[in-house]
């Protein structure tokens, strides 16, 4: 029977493919850089394959690499799960939850199921608003936790996930040439309609607003239906829409950051308990499949987009 994987090896392994470095990696698990580097060669001894190449000063993961790191988180996140099940010392109370609908349509199912295991004591409330409204609910007490879309002009917020900001079409309905592009986005408000608005603008191009609405099930039905062009981040992208690109005449975007704020005065179990099982879910989170590209296709694009994307202008 082979050996079974060390847990504490896939601990820093994986601090290692999340800070790129051997050396932050030691500071996260609080271990020297020597110990780091040995766990990795037996790790890699163990699996048998190269998993990490150089990349400048920093390390990048091989494409076995890639591999292990989802196995990886799955099997951390199951250890803490099955430890926290036996906790004679479990959370009680509610826990007040706020999310806009479209990270609530994506995120939250895994989030609350996994929470729901490990807390079964604790009672979810949750509130799906927009980011401006979750942050004015959170200053005035009727909240714990929130998780919005990261605006430093308007709300200071622990990011936790960045990715690609796409437009997007339907995948079944072609666009009409020659004319302004027909747009379905959020209220005036809204972060990502203003910076599709500025990219449009600064490319010269025309367009005209069909749809508003908060809801991102209205305009997700509007892209569908193949009577408008949105933006969506990349984990909100849906079966039947497709990507538009640079070729076609559409910008390129910033990437958008999605953050956590918290209640002050909030117990720090509780805080803490809610934010790991958050963190854990997004970094897990796959990218839809859109067409007939397959998976990995889609992923290399989008990490092209992620990687070319023009810097967040101060303010946004």
């Known amino acids: 029977m082979a050996a079974p994987l060390d847990l504490d090896q896939l601990q820093t392994f994986v601090a290692i493919a999340d800070t790129g470095s051997f050396t932050k990696a030691a500071d996260r698990v609080f271990k020297t850089q020597s110990a780091v580097s040995m766990q990795m060669r037996r790790l890699e ?19 076995e690499g890639e591999k292990l790191l989802n196995y990886a988180r799955r099997l951390i996140r199951l250890n803490n799960e099955a430890v926290a099940s036996f906790d004679d010392n479990r959370l009680e109370g509610t826990l007040r939850i706020g999310t806009p609908d479209d990270y609530a349509d994506r995120y939250m199912p895994e989030i609350i199921m996994r929470f729901a295991k490990t807390h079964p004591n604790v009672e979810l409330f949750i509130v799906c608003e927009p980011s401006t409204s979750l942050t004015e609910r959170l200053a005035r007490g009727e909240l714990d936790i929130a998780l919005v879309t990261h605006n430093p002009r308007e709300r200071q917020s622990d990011v936790v996930r960045t990715e690609p900001l796409c437009w997007v079409a339907s995948a079944n309905h072609p666009l009409a040439e020659g004319q302004a592009v027909p747009l379905a986005v959020g209220r005036r408000d809204c972060c990502w309609r203003q910076l599709a608005a500025a990219a449009l603008d600064a490319a010269g191009r025309d367009y005209q607003i069909l749809f508003t609405s908060w809801s991102s099930t209205v305009v997700a039905s509007a892209v569908l239906a193949g009577m408008a062009v949105s933006v969506l981040p990349e984990s909100a992208l849906r079966p039947g829409m497709r990507v538009l690109s640079q070729a076609e005449g559409f910008p390129a975007l910033p990437a958008v950051q999605i953050g956590i704020m918290k209640r002050p005065g909030l117990s720090p179990s509780l805080s803490n308990a809610i934010s790991n099982h958050i963190v854990a879910c997004l970094d897990n989170m796959n990218t839809v499949a859109l067409t007939d590209e397959s998976e990995a296709e889609i992923k290399i694009a989008n990490r092209n987009r992620l990687r070319n994307a023009p810097a967040l202008q101060p303010g946004w």
């Open 45 to 63: 001894e163990r699996i048998g394959k190269q998993l990490f190449a150089k990349d400048g000063r920093g390390n990048r993961l091989t494409a």
